[in-house]
């Protein structure tokens, strides 16, 4: 019963994963890109960890219940589940900042003003900073 | 837990790892590069859950905890570095 669990839960995730991967290479432009393998492979390898916490919990690994085990997958599975969407956000502004295009069947762009002020600001900057350097 | 599906596991994890570097080899651009890395960095912790279930030592565990760590940071590290620099060709 439990072993059935934890081979589901293992299983699906592997199939996100792939999935994600599968994405990852297929899709036409880097934000189409970066969605499909972020989401999918977050949320994969969080179901494996959910499935190495259960199998510890049940005690299928080793004998008895492994404590530390499982508790440290449920940490890594919240973790991952934090800090991959705001590493993938951050790839993606920096990569519509730093001029990547579109994909040519895109049909919104909301972000596009606000990148054009970012970098007239970054322009500025670099314009002060650049005196600066030069007079001290 | 049992072999052959560790081993299944094993092969399908792989399978997405290649597709991984397929795209950080070919990559038009280096966001794409970037984001093929973060996501060998999130696979590579589910290699280490696998080792964890199959060895049944907890040490694998902290790898994990210790790779998606390093990797959130370096990736963060790309991505400010992506937002100041021009992109060409």
Known sequence: MLETLV?????????????GT??????????????????????????ILLGVAVAAFGGAVGPGVNWPMAVKALICAAFILLTSPVGAHAICRGAYISGVPLWEG???DKFADRAKTI???QAKEGTVQGEEAETS | ??????????????????????????????????????I??????????????????????????AWALISFVGTLALAKYLEGRSYDA
């Open chain 2, 40 to 65: 060998l960095g999130t696979l590579i912790v589910g290699f280490c859950c696998l080792m964890a279930l199959w060895t049944g030592q907890e040490y694998y565990m902290n790898i994990a905890i």
């Open chain 1, 106 to 108: 895109s049909v919104e």
């Open chain 1, 22 to 47: 599968i994405g990852l290479v297929r899709l036409p432009d880097v934000y189409n890109r970066a969605q499909a393998a972020t989401k999918c492979v977050t949320l994969g390898t969080c179901m």
């Open chain 2, 1 to 38: 837990m049992s072999e052959l599906f560790i081993q299944i596991a094993f092969g399908v994890l792989m399978v997405g790892s290649a597709l991984c570097l397929f795209r950080i080899g070919r990559g038009p651009t280096a966001p794409d590069r970037t984001i093929a890395i973060d």
């Open chain 1, 119 to 121: 970098r007239q600001d």
């Open chain 1, 7 to 19: 081979y589901w839960l293992v299983g699906i995730g592997l199939a996100f994963d792939l999935f």
